[in-house]
């Protein structure tokens, strides 16, 4: 059977919004896959964990934990279909009548706008 390696990135959502977030080669949140940084061995592994339960305890983010995903030329593919509908948002959005993605820079649908949270 040719079974290709699965290596694993750290999840979370942030806990200011709420929004699906994975750690970073910085050891910041990004909002995006591609960013994530990736454990290849048990100390890697151990490392993120360690920094998810960090980060947590700070109230930076939710629920921290791994995902397995599939490394390839094209990128990093969540093997689990929730985690890629957490990864890439919701696959029926293109069948919502009057739905259009945001535009840079803009908050997504639904998303509230705290300015005491900002200026905090």
């Known amino acids: ?47 993120l964990k360690d920094r998810g339960t960090y980060d947590a305890i700070r109230n930076i983010v939710v629920e921290p934990y791994l995902i397995e995903v599939h490394e390839s030329a094209s990128g990093l593919l969540p093997i689990r279909y929730r985690e890629r509908v957490r990864a890439t948002g919701p696959s029926v959005l293109d069948d919502v009548p009057g739905y259009r993605e945001p535009a840079a820079g803009q908050p997504h649908p639904g998303a509230t706008h705290d300015a005491h949270a900002e200026a905090a």
């Open 1 to 47: 059977m040719n079974k290709a390696p699965t290596v694993c990135v750290l999840t979370a959502n942030r806990l200011r919004d709420g929004t699906v977030v994975f750690l970073d080669f910085e050891g910041a949140w990004s909002e995006t896959l591609v960013e994530a940084v990736i454990a290849r061995s048990p100390d890697e592994v151990r490392a």
